[in-house]
């Protein structure tokens, strides 16, 4: 059965026609019930999409402003800038606000604006549930902060390894406000991920079979699977982590017969599923942006879905990679071992398809397109370097250094990040009627992709030298020194790239005269 959807009033099928105020195209949520209060009582995809993204941009900036103060400290040898307990609350907040506050709630803002668009459906299934999603991310986030102002900010890193977070080793309330807070945003994410299956499952248009559906929807699709399962994991260890703490249990205490590793292993059945939580999403906007922008279909489009359900399917068993060094025996360090190796055939495999869209194409460098080619080359730097920690021998040399820093910040800073400022580049002129600049826009990619690698780069190598991640400072002579001053300068090219992005948001929504296209790119998919 084709998919035959009929066209509003005031519909042209011409790619030029315009959104104005009179043409009836109510396609977004601004031309629509006006006030804050519409706001903060809708229920509508499209505003909790933009809300979302809104709120995750602030918290990106608070998350920025932690790292750069990281940064300054062990800018040069035994630093003073921070004292090591504030240190190690602006490395835990600075992690945690990224991936919960941040890359999650990003995706949820594409998730929660588009999906409904992709498939042909109206809404979501659940809109109330949607907007208690919202409410449960953004008031979890502040509960977290307000950490600082009631007993100062959690320090035991944003995996809580146990039992350095016990009441004991860590005494005042920044842990609590940590639990309770992630608690908040696991239920949000766990509500929305239901929502988002029910809406595939049930809202699809007649004819939208699921191997029609664009590989965005296909990888919010598998995310959504992923969050359904593994948010239960850590709601669980965090529960009994409050519990050993204030009600007596000893699930991680040694010398009351509980086992660390127990937390080690709840923590990571959940840490792993979810690094492809933050990275699905961003695979699925660049494989909507590459065919736009190289005039091709996406390439192979059935491998890429069914790759991108095998990294989900598979991502559940690789997670005591993270543990090689605890002692798991023999068996389980070289059963996953294997399995890591093996999780890199379908992230290998959609790179190949991304780089068989783009071949022989006719290429348009726009900054979308740019943001996309980005994430290939630095995602693909940070697999490679993933692919060294399946090697136990290998993986033990680098346990605890800063090359798991540099790995993950490429994956994820790199990878993520720029999959999703690819994303906000391509669909703004959809969700806000507004162009963002083409000059700005190139001026900010470069900026980002040239202080990624400025920061992280050197983090391998200084990782290999025996540089220790978490430790606030460092003694002269031990050939940090340089490295580190680089990597700090690339936090602040990093912080100017934002800064241009945001004069670009600005300069656009200045400009009253500016006139749209319905499709801008021409990209003549359903969303558009």
Do not use: C
Not at 72 to 91: E, H, I, R
Not at 114 to 127: Q, S, T, Y
Not at 232 to 237: L, S, W
Not at 366 to 394: D, E, K, N, P, Q
């Amino acid at each position: 059965m084709a998919l035959v959807l009929e066209p509003p009033a005031g519909y042209s099928p011409d790619p030029k026609t315009t959104v104005g105020p009179n043409t009836g195209l109510l396609s977004r949520p601004m031309e629509s019930e006006k006030g804050f209060l519409s706001w903060v009582t809708t229920v509508d995809h499209k505003r909790l999409g933009i809300m979302y993204g809104i709120a995750a941009m602030a918290w990106f900036v608070l998350g920025g402003i932690e790292a750069l103060f990281i940064r300054l400290q062990l800018v040069v040898p035994n630093n003073s800038v921070l004292g090591a307990d504030t240190y190690n609350q602006m490395f835990t907040m600075h992690a945690t606000t990224m991936v919960f506050l941040v890359v999650m709630p990003m995706s949820a803002a594409f998730f929660n604006y588009f999906l409904p668009l992709m498939i042909g459906a109206r809404d979501v299934a659940f809109p109330r549930m949607n907007a208690f999603s919202w409410w449960a991310y953004f008031f979890g986030g502040l509960f977290l902060y307000s950490s600082y102002f009631l007993g100062g900010f959690p320090d035991g890193g944003w995996f809580g390894y146990a039992p350095n977070t016990s009441i004991v080793n860590s005494p005042g309330t920044g842990i609590d406000f940590w639990i309770l807070g992630l608690q908040l945003l696991g239920i949000g994410s766990t509500v929305s991920a239901v929502n988002f299956i029910v809406t595939v499952f049930n809202m699809r248009a007649p004819g939208m079979t699921l191997f029609r559906m664009p590989v965005f929807a296909w990888m919010t699709f598998v995310a959504s699977f992923l969050m359904l399962f593994a948010m239960p994991i850590i709601t669980v260890a965090l529960f009994l982590l409050m519990f050993d703490r204030h009600y007596g249990a000893n699930f991680f205490e040694v010398s009351q017969g509980g086992d660390p590793v127990l937390w080690q292993h709840l923590f990571w059945l959940f840490g792993h599923p979810e690094v492809y939580i933050l990275i699905l999403p961003a695979m699925g906007i660049v494989s909507e942006v590459l065919p736009t922008f190289a005039r091709k279909p996406l390439f192979g489009y059935p491998v890429v879905v069914f790759s991108g359900i095998a990294i989900g399917f598979m991502g559940w068993g690789v997670w005591a990679h993270h543990m090689f060094a605890v002692g798991l025996g023999t068996v389980a360090t070289a059963a996953f071992g294997v399995s890591t190796m093996f999780i890199a055939v379908p992230t290998g495999v959609k790179i190949f398809n991304w780089v068989g869209t783009i071949w022989g194409g006719a290429l348009r460098f726009t900054t979308a397109m740019l943001f996309s080619i980005g994430f290939i080359l630095t995602f693909l730097i940070g697999g490679l370097s993933g692919v060294t920690h399946s090697l136990v021998a290998s993986d033990a040399q680098q346990t605890d250094t800063y090359y798991i820093v540099a790995h993950f910040h490429y994956v994820l800073f790199g990878g993520a990040i720029m999959g999703l400022f690819s994303g906000i580049y391509y669909w703004y002129p959809k969700i806000f009627g507004k162009l963002l600049n083409e000059k700005l826009g190139q001026v900010h990619w470069f900026l980002m992709w040239f202080g990624t690698h400025l920061t992280f780069g050197p983090m391998h190598v200084v990782g290999l030298q025996g540089q220790p991640r978490r430790t606030y400072r460092y003694d002269t002579g031990m050939g940090y020194d340089t490295w580190n001053l680089v990597e700090t300068i690339g936090g602040f090219v990093i912080a100017l790239s934002l800064l241009v992005f945001f004069a670009n948001v600005i300069v656009a929504h200045r400009d009253k005269t500016q006139v749209v296209p319905i499709d801008p790119w021409d990209a003549h998919t359903i969303e558009w």
